[in-house]
């Protein structure tokens, strides 16, 4: 034994590693109870709900590239449209890269058609002079803030202006479909005002330029400055020209995005230049998110729609259930295999296997917390073909115990050279399944991206489990007199490996 | 049992010797026929692509009792008739799909659907695919399938030796062909869902690859020195010795992908579950082959047009083919085994 001694010295306490993934299992439980991820979140496939994927283009009679701001700020108008539908748990979110982002908007439970209808519109952005404006809420009165209401507000207008409440979450949707050649009313973004607007006069895509900026002289304010077109600087020279000298709140114009109010400036003077500046008290983000919406206004996205998904919490469940149990059948077969054809070390991957689930289980809670991980389907897939990875690390592991075995080596030896030499199997290999993992996620679009995931996930667990658990378990078991005196029912039994007839010979 | 441990045993020492590389031809043509057979049915058949791809809806209905007809008096109704497939899925559900709708339509079907079977709207299942987004899922597979290669590839050639890297590729190549060609060949339905299990495939072939090839770079490192064997010899009797790994792998692998399969088609119907498992358990066949008789018969091939490998193979034919086979399994002559400690410090030193 006296030669083997350096992978014996670098095996020595293999009570050490256990003890550490023990405290890492722990620490991991710990952080579950502590955070209060309970369950595993479910993607909408497994607990029903409707998922749409838009895929952004540029709106017809229209220039330009797809930019990346412009989808964040679709994105930002779409979040705003399903926040007001009141669904818990909705998510939008931009996904995949450059011009080739798509949204995906998903809201559990039965909300479908509405959903799938409200958030395909297109937005605009619009500038249109105030003719009236009042608190958000719906008054008794109506038009009570302003005495002698602007020529073009119809009576019915005026009685429909009195009855919004601003402060109601489904008039803060928006819409898209504002009429851009008649009066309408509109609610401010945040629901704190109300407005009857005029036809729009200025179109956002008029705007060449919008920037937010800090004033240095002035106390440090935050403003957005504005750089129209020459259609856009003819628009606005006339509309500030003719608003500036009217009453409070009739020389407002208002910045309409998706039918509600961003801000609403006083205009101060004519600005026939066609470049404009919005003071106010800003603070960085307002004025930032200010300049955005103008700069996306310059060019409204359409959405194609690219796929809708509609699953009843019934199907759901039925896809659960059988995912589960696929699973379930799946490791029960690849244990009994194991135990059948390996025999006593079957026990240790019977035990990788079973830490493998708790762990993989374990990270499944934390990163719902954490990031948001659903786990659907094709993640559940995933997992379970993940199964087939991890046993063939133990498998690998145990062939070449096997092979040191039938060369004539102890038992207690041939753990140690046997894993000196699986160890770089089981490295190059299992990275090849992370890098797999790795571009399906980066390439992929929705449930691959699951699959990817956990596949990716599982692998690293596999990786760990291996080396913080399935080695030194084998090193302590190779100590007990049933695998060292090579018992029929070891598994690892010399006689029954075929070994080499000198069994003396010591490397 | 112990019959199974001792063909390993005899199969490592080299005493059973299966000669998959002196035999390549015959695994070569038997792949060159497949992968015809496979070009042959995906050019005159294509692929059976799903909704997913070329744009279309579909709806599933869950309610005891229904029939396929009354599906046909909804579709009527609604006025739709474009590619319109109905299919009764288990025993209370009913699917129906049909080509490209818009929206108005999509709602006129939904509301017929509803009535028809008397259940609410929110019930039933409902898939609507935009006709350009399948163009968008096969760019993306197709960019995710060449980063692969180009990735791995690279990684190969430098964890492994580059004709590693192109043996390997090859061979996924191979296996994806025959996997597709099968799925054109049967008419399986092609959804998103199978092209995660084709893009799993690449990798698990390609793992079970490395496993083999890790063992033929460990008995070929010394193999000029000691010339006692070739290089295919050392080669194939590293595909020999892994040869119970590789069964053992294929196996495990198979019973949960198998079991998903079972699950998927048989309680589910159709779906995620059925489509992956069925293209991972055609293409885990596949691997399981390619590497050991494509992969590692290819390696070989290149390998042995160096110089250096024509000199060994010279060499050893001088002192005599027969005395190689006979020496092989001895144990004074093992290769594997005077070879072994002796590479350990330095693999360490690597670490």
Redesign the interface.
Known sequence: MS?SN??VKAAARPGRTLVILALLMLALLASVLISGATAVRLGL?LRGGTSV?L?PRIAPGENGKVTTEAIDQAVSIIRQRVNSLGVAESEVAAQGSGT?R?IIISIPG????RV??LVGQTAELRFRQVLASAPGAASATPADSTATPAAAVTPELNAQFAALDCTKAENLQGTGSDNADSPIIACDRNGGSKYILDKAEVLGRQVSKATAGIDQQGGNAWYVSLVFNDEGTRAFGAITARVTSLPSPQNQVAIVLDGLVVSAPRINEAIPSGNAQITGSFTQVEAQDLANVLKYGALPLAF?????????P??GA??L???L???F???A??LL??L??Y?GLGIVSVGSLLVAGALVYLFFLLLGKWIGFTLT??GI?GA??A???T??SF??YF?RI??EV??GRSLRSAVE?GW??AR??II??D???I???V??YF??????RG?AFT?GLTTLVDLLVVFAFTKPLTTYLARLNFFSSGHALSGVSPK???????STKE? | MSKISGLGGRLHSGETSIDFIGKRRRWYALSGLLIIASIAALSLQGLHLGIEFKGGASYTVTKAGSTVAQADTALASAGISNEVIVQKVGNDKIRIQTGSLTSEKSNALQDALASTFAVSIDSIDTQIIGPSWGKEITRKALYGLIGFIAVVMLYLAMAFEPKMAVAAIVAVIHDVFITVGIYALVGFDVTPATVIGFLTILGYSLYDTVVVFDKVRENTRSVTATSKMTYSQAANLAVNQTLVRSANTSIMALLPVGSILFVGAGLLGAGTLKDLSLALFIGLATGAYSSIFIATPLLAVMREREPAMKALAKRVHARGNSQVLATAGAPSEDVTQKRGPRNQPKRKGRK
């Open positions: 030669t350096k992978s496939d994927t895929q080739n798509q039965d909300t479908g058609r799938v209808e194609d729609r690219g796929e809708v998904q509609q699953v009843s019934t199907l039925d896809q259930n059988a995912g149990l696929a699973g059948l799946g490791l077969l690849v295999y194991s059948l054809y025999r389907l094709a897939a379970i073909v199964i087939g990875i046993a063939d498998i690998v062939e096997r092979d039938r060369e050279t000196v030499r770089r199997t190059v290999a990275f090849v399944s890098i797999a993992a571009l399906l390439f992929a679009v929705g449930g691959v699959f596949l029954s490996l075929g070994a080499l007839s000198h490397a």
